[in-house]
């Protein structure tokens, strides 16, 4: 009996001094990899060493050369863009990355000592990348990056009284080379185009309207979908019972002969392919006068899903290839690339070029008495 109970004392001791190994071990792991202050360890001079636990940084600063400064904080509901545009949105797979990046640095050899030396390493201001992440209102790593030599990423720490300019392996500069459209959520809409049934284009030369037949053959001599009223019939030919267009066209209330439905596709790809349209750029603090999207003579495009929803986007001035936009219900102005830019002065040549370049097109059947204005196909 005196046995046993002595076997479990040494059990529970041994038990004991394992965890107690198994505790100083972590601690002493911990502090091997948690911020110490610069030049920190045993040694003098020894490699700066940071811990950044991504999930724990609050805040952002990012700095790129010829760039706005970026800054990003993260509150209760996620990460938002507090400079330059307070409460833009952000791409959280961006700021994954840059924090991921930050985690993955690890201090390797002594370059150079002294501020003179930062030009030559492209840590100056102007050209270095400037970094620092918060926690707490706490910069937990303040880092400038410059460039990529044979013996690593060149870096220096931003507090640093030294001047000492540091290789660092496990990131590069270009990791955090991002301006504010880079890291903001350029997003205009998610719209599947298999799910749009009617799309309509108002601009300077008419109202174009484009309705999705899917009625048979049978019955498709007319009929009003969406918000026009099409010849169903199209250019079949004239022969009542050909197969119907997949769309059918109107241009200020009459049929479009010679469409190209083609066409009405290369639209419909150019505002949702790939069930989403993102932004080229953003127009932030520009007014209507500067963007054209108050004017009289804008481009309003209007798509409605087989649930009856519309959405509505209004394309301005160009700026370039691209052209200032603003959807429904939304003030940011977005940039839009020239995909979907160059329909914004589409008009009757854009939909039946081939027809149109004859003579033998009009919005009735007729000869057309419209200049083709943009005949590109």
Known sequence: MADSKNNQILIAVGVAAVLGGLYYMQRKNDASTTNVAYGGGSKAGAPPQFKIVPEEVDKLTIKAREKAEVVLEKKPEGWSMAAPTAGA?????????????????????????????FAGYELDEGKGIHVVAYKGGVAIIDVWLGAQKSRGQMVRLGNDQSATVWSVSGVSAFSFDKGPKDVRDRKVWDLNRDDIVFVELKNGKGTFQFAKNELPAASADAGAVGDATVAAKGDAGGDAAAAPLAWNGTVDGKPITGLEVPKVDDLLNAFALGGVLNADDFGDGKGDAETGLGAADVSVFSFKKKDGTMMRITLGKTDGTK?????????TIFLLSEGPSGWAAADLGKFAPSMLATGDAGADGGASDAAPHDAKK
Request: proline share 0%.
């Open 89 to 117: 949105k952000v791409q959280k797979a961006a700021i994954d990355d840059v924090l991921n990046a930050l985690k993955g640095i690890t201090f390797k050899e002594t370059i150079a000592t002294g501020a003179n030396n």
């Open 323 to 331: 052209r200032f936009a603003r959807k429904d219900g939304d003030g």
